[in-house]
């Protein structure tokens, strides 16, 4: 996985275009999530490269994020496997 701070600004938006609903994040989370160690790192790359765009984090830290996922990834995991 190539750094963030490596990342071009095109690359960045090409991602962070993929971040902007809850649901866009998930399916993005999920894609990313192989070439990660560990979850949280997935979150954290993700998280970051929202903020580099945007200008704020999609979500406040890696555990809001899960409640989030935990809450609404169901039903985004459902209408997936549809």
Known sequence: MIPVQKLTHAQK??????LRSAADF?????????KFK????CFNYLNEIH?????????????????????????YLKSRNK
Do not use: C, W
């Not at 560990?38 to 790192?41: C, E, F, I, L, R």
């Not at 984090?57 to 039903?75: A, C, L, P, Q, T």
């Open 51 to 75: 903020l580099e765009v945007f200008g704020e984090e999609k979500y406040s830290n890696y555990g809001s994020f899960r409640v989030i996922m935990h809450r609404d990834g169901k039903k």
């Open 13 to 18: 938006v090409e991602i962070a275009i993929k």
């Open 26 to 34: 998930f399916a993005t989370y999920y894609e990313y999530l192989p």
């Open 38 to 41: 560990m979850q949280k790192d």
